[in-house]
Nanobody
Framework: QVHLVESGGDSVQAGGSLRLSCVAS????????MAWFRQAPGKPREGVAT???????DYADSVKGRFTISRDSAKNTLELQMTSLKPEDTATYYC???????????????????WGQGTQVTVQG
């Protein structure tokens, strides 16, 4: 069983930066496939960034060049550094994890068994 807790959400002005953190317990992040998803009101959940257990990283086109996903083995956390934030980045951000060796579709929410409760990011423009 993996327990995930996100933090770092806040309200910022457009162009600003935020760093989200997701603390994992139950498993070390080094053996998990992990990702950040977001969901804005009235919109479907979307994958933002993924980090496979072998270190493979991918981003949604909408955030490439602005967001950076990483993991901190010492803290057992998944991080998301967000820069040049835009109003359209406003959403609840969720951390997701799964113990599957490799995921056939890491941007699909159904690929992950474990989810955090979410942290709110609001970008005012």
């Amino acid at each position: 069983q993996v327990h995930l807790v996100e933090s770092g959400g806040d309200s910022v002005q457009a162009g600003g930066s935020l760093r989200l953190s997701c603390v994992a317990s139950g498993y070390t992040v080094d053996v998990l496939s992990m990702a950040w998803f977001r969901q804005a009101p009235g919109k479907p959940r979307e994958g933002v960034a993924t980090l496979g257990r072998f270190g493979n990283i991918d981003y949604a086109d909408s955030v490439k060049g602005r967001f950076t996903i990483s993991r901190d083995s010492a803290k057992n956390t998944l991080e998301l550094q967000m820069t040049s934030l835009k109003p359209e980045d406003t959403a609840t951000y969720y951390c997701a994890a799964d113990g599957t060796w490799t995921l056939s579709n890491p941007f699909a929410g159904r690929s992950y068994n474990y989810w955090g409760q979410g942290t709110q990011v609001t970008v005012q423009g």
